[in-house]
């Protein structure tokens, strides 16, 4: 039996990896073309935040969104960020605020933590436990939320969530639109997450905010400053 499953492996394994190899061409091929899909009635969404400027830049990117469209709204932020998931609920709830019994709730809108990959200060080498144990909580995330558009602007928290997202479309197990704006503190190049996503093809869309950026890095769209 094992003498005989041994052949059939060796046959399978180059047709799997031709198929995964296939699979991942067309992923790459497919990010940043108009979806040929019709449009839903509101899309997940997956905001991620980061402490200080980050947050600050994203949530004036999210004011100018069509609430309706991007809907429900994930925020997500780091397990050590205590105020970057407070500012988005403070927006939430002076967009749409539902009376229940005297409590006011928000609609559409969700607040999420997550591990951080690496602290300010941490060692290389502890790094490599915590990346991992965060990008398998982006992973779980991810799989769990399925969203269809990704929203991030340079904290390393965006790093494992749009490789998770990325990796489930080359599996065909979703399609998330990244949506990558660069910081507009990057002026002459870009931050560690950003240079990552633009190198892998990772982003659907890559925006700069400064015009020697997007000489620097021609697949990226000046975008203006958004601040």
């Known amino acids: 039996m094992g003498v005989d ?8 394994l180059p047709v799997l990896v031709s198929l995964l190899t296939i699979r991942f061409s067309y992923v790459l091929w497919r990010n ?11 899309l997940r969404c997956l905001i991620v935040l980061g ?3 980050h947050t600050a830049e994203m949530m ?34 002076s967009l749409i605020e539902v009376e229940s019994g005297g409590n006011k709730t928000v609609e559409n809108a969700h607040f999420v933590q997550i591990y951080r990959s690496r602290e300010v200060g941490q060692s290389y080498i502890t790094s ?23 929203f991030c602007n340079g904290p390393g928290t965006c790093f494992p969530l749009c490789v998770s997202a ?9 399609w998330s639109c990244i949506f990558y704006i660069e910081s507009i503190a990057r ?19 890559f925006f700069v905010q ?17 601040m």
């Open 5 to 12: 499953a041994l052949p059939a492996a060796c046959y399978a």
């Open 32 to 42: 940043g073309q108009p979806s040929s899909r019709p449009r839903a009635a509101g």
């Open 51 to 53: 402490s200080g400027g």
């Open 60 to 93: 004036n990117i999210v004011t100018t969104l069509q609430k309706d469209r991007f809907t429900p709204r994930y925020y997500v932020a780091a397990l050590t960020d205590n105020m970057s998931l407070q500012k988005a609920q403070v927006y939430e709830e």
């Open 128 to 150: 490599i436990a915590t990346t991992l144990l965060a990008t398998l909580h982006a992973t779980w995330l991810v799989i769990r939320i399925r969203p269809q558009v990704i």
């Open 166 to 174: 990325f990796l489930l479309k080359a599996l065909g197990l979703g």
């Open 187 to 205: 002026v002459k190049k870009l931050s560690l997450s950003g240079l990552l996503l633009y190198k892998l093809r990772i982003a659907d869309q």
């Open 210 to 226: 400064w015009p020697q950026l997007q000489q620097k890095y021609p697949r990226a769209c000046y975008a203006g400053r958004l």
